[in-house]
């Protein structure tokens, strides 16, 4: 094996790019990030780790605009995103003012992709280590859109997803309890599948919701804090619920 996961250009005898597998497993070591897909609203939630005391949490951001309708998150080396985003912020910037069109959520997905693709297969360079989820509304019909996009330059679009650590135990949760919702029960939907894995609290939790009108905006922590109240006391109500012996005469 030593000699095929040196070089990125070259496949092994079972098939495998060693250098591509080495930055999905940098993407499972990054933050549990998790994107849902409602019938008005998209929402993205990411598990924020605890900043030192004395650094401003606001130049840590792992939601952020590509453009004003379109918005990442990232799960794995934070440097490599920087890259990635600054070239798609570019790309959309240089669509608009060629075809004098909004960009559409799916090319900038396919740009990203294809940027993260080919950097399997030049020599010389190593892929990106991060996985994206992509969100946005079509500019012409409106349509909210998720995507998801990993080092190997595959993209994919979802109803719902979550990448980084522990997203199998998210995906899992979402497959069981994903129903088409709207509002504040997609954004309830999100942080609900994130708390399967992280601390409770707005200090362990960032969020971003975007509507077609008011494009994106980044929750405060005494928002996620209230949203996370009423999540638990719904499913203290629901435990308390199973508790009480049924009443029917036997």
């Given at each position: 094996m030593a000699r095929y996961d040196r070089a990125i250009t070259v496949f092994s005898p079972d098939g495998h790019l060693f250098q591509v597998e080495y930055a999905l497993e940098a993407v499972r070591k990054g933050n549990a990030a998790v994107g849902v897909r409602g019938s008005d609203t998209i929402v993205l939630a990411v598990e924020k780790k605890s900043a030192p005391r004395l650094q401003d949490s606001r130049s840590v951001r792992k939601i952020v605009n590509l453009d004003e309708h379109i918005a990442l998150a990232c799960a794995?080396?934070?440097?490599?995103?920087?890259?990635?985003?600054n070239r798609a912020r570019i790309e959309c910037q240089?669509?608009?003012?060629?075809?004098e069109d909004p960009v559409t959520v799916e090319y900038i997905t396919r740009y990203i992709a294809g940027l993260q693709q080919k950097y399997t297969q030049s020599g010389g360079v190593r892929p990106f280590g991060l996985s994206t989820l992509i969100i946005g509304f079509d500019p012409h019909t409106g349509t909210p859109s998720l995507y998801q996009t990993d080092p190997s330059g595959t993209f994919s679009a979802w109803k719902a997803n979550a990448t980084g650590r522990n997203s199998n135990s998210i995906r899992e949760f979402l497959e069981k309890n994903y129903k088409e919702t709207s509002g504040q029960e997609t954004v309830k939907l999100a942080i609900r599948a994130l708390l399967e894995v992280v601390e409770s609290g707005g200090k362990n939790i960032e969020v971003a919701v975007m509507t077609k009108d008011h494009g994106l905006r980044q929750l405060e922590e005494?928002?996620?804090?209230?949203i996370v109240a009423d999540i638990e006391a719904e499913k203290a109500a629901a435990e308390a619920a199973k508790k009480v012996p049924s009443t029917k005469e036997t």
């Open positions: 794995g080396l934070k440097a490599d995103a920087r890259v990635l985003i240089s669509y608009k003012l060629t075809i005494a928002e996620i804090d209230a």
